[in-house]
Each structure stands twice: as C-alpha cells, then as structure tokens.
C-alpha cells in the first residue's frame, strides 16, 4: 500500500483531507451535469431516466459533503434531494420555477465549495433558498422574496414636527 502521509493531522491513520481534492473536482462535475440537464429538460414530459441522473448528481455531492463535514453543502443538497425525489416519483410535476430554484441552489452550492476550497469569498446565505424549495417540495408555490421587513426598534428619521418649529419665540 503506498504512503499517502500528508502534513494534515490524522484521526485514527485515516487523512481524509487529502481526499478533498478528488470530492472538489467529483462535486464539480456533478454540479455541471446536474446543471446542464435541468437546461434540457423537457417540464412537459420529464423522462424518469432524466430526472434520475439529476437525482443521482444532487446525491453524490450531499454525501461526499457529509462525509468531508461541510453540512453547509449537505443541507443545501438534502433539499434539492427531497424536490428531485418528489418528481421522480410523479409525487409532483416539475415546472420552470422548480428548475429555476435548482439552477440557483446549484450556483450557491458552487459558491459554498469554493469557499471551503479557500478560493471563494463570503457563504452565500442559503436560507431563503432553502426554505423556497422546501416550499416547492412541499407542492406549494416559492415564497413571495425576502424584503427587510420593517422593525419597531429602528424607525425611519422623522422630520421635526410643526410644534417644534414653531418654537421660535
């Protein structure tokens, strides 16, 4: 067995950081593929094989990803998992807002890898993507967008008043 001793620190003899690589460029590849056949699929008659092999794409990320600890990523694909899964059992019909919602969980998933890669800038925040597909696999529509709702403790500056002008005197 060949010497594979790295630099990194071992639990139990095992390195798994210098696996790390290999998962980057699998993860990568499959992100592409995932991504190029969302593009060619067809909403009105989504073949089973198709939506399989997209499953399978969204699969092997999450678990390289759990394997290695990076749950930010797992997370991410266990939701696109559980919508992938509902239309490939014909739970759900797929349309172009399911798509559209994967395409982008696909590009934060890029961002997050690159981050943990140490290539990237800030985590994408994923939580208004996770819960809109949570809301699509659930057979409801996405979320209306996230806008700042407003807060009580921090209220708009309020121009003076007529009284307080008026004190002139």
Request: aromatic content about 4%.
């Amino acid at each position: 067995m060949a010497d594979t001793t790295h630099d990194h620190g071992t639990s139990d003899g095992i390195d798994l950081t210098q696996f790390y690589q290999v998962f980057f460029e699998e993860a990568g590849e499959n992100l592409e593929a995932m991504e190029q056949k969302l593009l060619e699929l067809d909403l009105s008659a989504a073949d089973d094989e198709e939506l399989n092999a997209i499953f399978r794409c969204a699969h092997s990320v999450k678990g390289g990803a759990a394997t290695f600890g990076f749950s930010d990523v797992a997370e991410l694909t266990h939701q696109m998992e559980t919508l992938l899964d509902k239309l490939r059992r014909h739970e759900l019909q797929p349309t172009a807002q399911m798509v559209d919602v994967l395409l982008e969980a696909g590009d934060a998933l890029k961002a997050l890898l690159a981050r943990h890669q140490g290539s990237g800038a800030d985590a994408p925040d994923t939580s208004a993507l996770v819960a809109h597909i949570r809301a699509l696999a659930e057979g409801g529509s996405a979320p209306a967008p996230a806008a700042p709702a407003p807060t009580a403790a921090a209220p708009a500056p309020v121009a003076p008043t007529a009284p307080a002008a008026q004190a002139s005197g």
